[in-house]
């Protein structure tokens, strides 16, 4: 099967385009051929470039900057456009779209009119980054009235949540809706020995346990939580340490990592990294003995479902993570990981204690995880059934 792959994102860099790319792996590893195609490439020069066996094709190179020029992005989409017919001319069986805007409506009429089955995929819950602009209003506004339109004319739709699937039927209840979860290649996220003992090394860490959170430090996803559940777990006298690894998220409150490490007191046991490439994370991940996801309860926390939580769970390693949204459909409490009531440090910290204490406790609940993972997550597992709902949809 022929697939396009739209998306109006960071190929590169972003969580969504790094969810893309996977599921772009998984279907290529399952006999198809994949074109992901963008409107700028912000990394480069290239117009187009094998990324892991990926074909991803740019119809411009930019700077981030350039996103607020409306002359630039005009002049993108008219490139983009451009490079989508002749994809289209060249014949495709099956063109998706990712996280699509208004912008994307006229796209996904130009794959109807070749034929082709049309699937729409919802990562998240739309929100207005803060604080807005004039432009951020419009496209947020030009994007709730695009979740109106679109899922009433593509063939399918995708989501990465019951709730989303949810208010997806609710538009268009005649449409095909399916769950598209988190994906992770569980053959790349897997513990890395090597890696292990170098980050072990430069964090300072001999026999004491090590927590581990990456991640963006939007303030829902709960990393003042964490380190408060620190704060406790040192007047507990539990010896440990914690790396905190990632970065403010541009455009939405986040929580000032540096700040909250001094005032609880935490510098001598919290190591900041900043934000990692992907050979870095898997090694930091390596080097911890527990992952934590210590989300908050918010409305975007029950509408999306944790990529991390996904990658955790692939590194075999025992993971904490809060009890929200689908986590549970996919994680179990005491199986393959320990869960905590979300926003509360005191679960939090009791939960880091037991492990802290009990090593075959870590043990088992790592290779239940990755068990786990393998079976939910793994990106060629992902991909086959989203082939299988596209197989549907052709009936």
Known sequence: ????????????????GKRIHELSK?????????????PMNFHGHEHEESIEGVRVLWATSAIPSDVH???????????????LIRLLNSGVDAVVFSNP????VPAIYLARLKK??????????R??????????????????????????????????STMLRKRILEIAPEKRAFIFPPVVDTEQFQECSAGRAAYRREFGVKEEMLVGYLGTFWIVEGVKV?????????????????????????????????????EFGLRDIVRQTGWLEKKDVINVMSACDVLVVPKLLNEANKAGMPAKLAEYMSMGKAVVVSRIGDIPLYAKDGQDCLMCEPGNASNIASALYRLGYDEPLRRSLGAAARISAQKHFDSRGVALSFLTEMTYLTR
Request: hydrophobic share 45%.
């Open 69 to 83: 020029s409306n002359l630039k992005r005009i002049r993108a989409r008219v490139k983009f456009y451009r490079l």
């Open 101 to 104: 805007s208004s912008e994307m």
């Open 26 to 38: 998984g279907l290529v590893r399952n006999g198809c051929d994949v074109s992901v195609v963008a």
């Open 127 to 160: 929100r207005l980054n803060m604080p807005a602009t004039f432009t951020d209003y419009v496209t947020f506004s030009a994007g709730s009235v695009a979740d109106r339109i679109i899922p009433r004319i593509v063939s399918g739709n995708a989501a990465t």
């Open 116 to 125: 082709a089955i049309t699937i729409a995929t919802y990562d998240d819950a």
């Open 1 to 16: 099967m022929r697939i396009l792959i739209v998306a109006f994102a960071d190929i590169v860099a972003s969580a969504l």
């Open 226 to 262: 964490l380190l408060s559940a620190a704060k406790e777990l040192r007047n507990k006298q539990l010896g440990f340490k914690m790396v905190v690894c990632g970065e403010a998220h541009e455009g939405l409150p986040c929580d000032c990592v540096s700040e909250l490490v001094d």
